[in-house]
Structure formats: structure tokens, C-alpha cells
């Protein structure tokens, strides 16, 4: 049974800062993954979805990286703004699908 | 472009009651989910569909039914509402290995 964890469980950090995201998983025979965000009382946004042959996905100031040998993948978050506190949750998708826990980001002005 | 739709977006229900959450998807997507959120809480699978007439449960499926007569629409019906099902439920369809959201729908049982 695939487990999936993510750490931190929360962060804080200054506006402007790099921060990176972690997301592991525990069986590497994945189809894909995809990363969401979530802001408080709201659904769940669609960030990036990395496929089981891609190794990273870029959209503006977010990059996911995806090692599926090692049962990783990182979300990296350039340039933090305020806006971008949220918490983000990753999704494993293979024969099941399995969410991590989130991780709970403020960014301070 | 709706993508996947919930209704209703906001429920109050007294313990016993019954009721049904709307899903329903305009991509033709096979697959479908219902997941709850407690508060701080992760995401857990209620019940799931991999096409039309057929559905499986998922990790907490008691006092839960579900049904998928068509492609479009995956309604949750819940039967004697407790409070411990005081939740925000999600739905969401899956396509080309990617998943979608409904904007949930957030339910007090009292």
C-alpha cells in the first residue's frame, strides 16, 4: 500500500525567500504525480503535474522535480510572496491514489 | 469549461437525516473520487468510480452509498447523517493521469 508523506508539516519563512517542499512515497511504480495548493475553506488548485517520464515541470516561480527511484519529488517555490501562503498537498497517482498530509507555508511580508 | 461541479456548496443536516451531494463532470473523464476533509486533516477516499456502473469503496465508506449510472454524474448519498460526518466532502475526476476538483462542499451535521 503506497504511503505518502510530506515535510515539513509547516513552514514559515520571510517574502522573497527560495523554500523547497518535500513529498515522499513509498512504492517508485508510480503513473504520475501532481502537486495542488489549497487556500483555508477553499477546493484544491492544480499546480503541476509531473508524468512517470518527465523528471521536472516548471510553471513561472514553481519547479517540481519528480525521482521515482528514490521516491521523491520536491515542489521549489522561487521568490516567495505572501500570496503564496497556502497549504500544498501532493497527490501519487498510480493503481490507487494516495494525498500526503500537506504542508502548511506563510509567507511573512 | 465548468469542469467538475458539487452541489451543494454549503449543507446543514440533523442527525438522521438523509441527503445527497451533486458531482457531476463535463470531460468525459472515466474515473471519478469522493473524498472528505476533516479540518487539518488530510484527504481520505470515501468511495471511487473507474467508469459508468461501476463503483468500489475506498478507505471510509461507512454510511456512505454511491452510484454512477452515467459518465457525467457521481452523486454521494448520505444515510443517517452523524455528526462525525461533519466534513468538507470533494469530488474529483481523473483524465490523462491528472486530477480535478469540484470546489467541495462543505457539510455541518447537528
Known amino acids: 500500500k503506497q504511503e505518502v508523506t510530506q515535510i515539513p508539516a509547516a513552514l514559515s519563512v520571510p517574502e522573497g525567500e527560495n523554500l523547497v517542499l518535500n513529498c515522499s512515497f513509498t512504492?517508485?511504480?508510480?503513473?504520475?504525480l501532481q502537486w495542488f495548493r489549497q487556500d483555508p475553506g477553499k477546493g484544491l488548485t492544480s499546480l503541476l503535474l509531473?508524468?512517470?517520464?518527465?523528471r521536472e515541470q516548471t510553471s513561472g516561480r514553481l519547479n517540481a522535480s519528480l525521482d521515482k527511484s528514490s521516491g521523491r519529488s520536491t515542489l521549489y517555490i522561487a521568490a516567495s510572496q505572501p500570496g503564496d501562503s497556502a497549504t500544498y498537498l501532493c497527490?501519487?497517482?498510480?493503481?490507487?491514489?494516495?494525498f500526503g498530509a500537506g504542508t502548511r507555508l506563510t509567507v511573512k511580508p | 469549461n465548468a469542469g467538475v461541479t458539487q452541489t451543494p456548496k454549503f449543507r446543514i443536516l440533523k442527525i438522521g437525516q438523509s441527503m445527497t451531494l451533486q458531482c457531476t463532470q463535463d470531460?468525459?473523464?472515466?474515473?471519478m473520487y469522493w473524498y472528505r476533509q476533516d479540518p487539518g486533516m488530510g484527504l481520505k477516499l470515501i468511495y471511487y468510480?473507474?467508469?459508468?456502473?461501476?463503483?468500489d469503496k475506498g478507505e471510509v465508506p461507512n454510511g456512505y452509498n454511491v452510484s454512477r449510472s452515467t459518465t457525467e454524474d457521481f452523486p454521494l448519498r448520505l444515510e443517517l447523517a452523524a455528526p462525525s460526518q461533519t466534513s468538507v466532502y470533494f469530488c474529483?475526476?481523473?483524465?490523462?493521469?491528472?486530477?480535478?476538483f469540484g470546489e467541495g462542499s462543505r457539510l455541518t451535521v447537528l
Open positions: 497527490a501519487v497517482i498510480d493503481n490507487d491514489m494516495r
Open positions: 512504492d517508485s511504480a508510480i503513473y504520475n
Open positions: 509531473i508524468q512517470s517520464s518527465q
Open positions: 470531460m468525459n473523464h472515466n474515473y
Open positions: 468510480s473507474v467508469g459508468a456502473g461501476i463503483t
Open positions: 474529483a475526476s481523473m483524465g490523462a493521469g491528472e486530477l480535478f
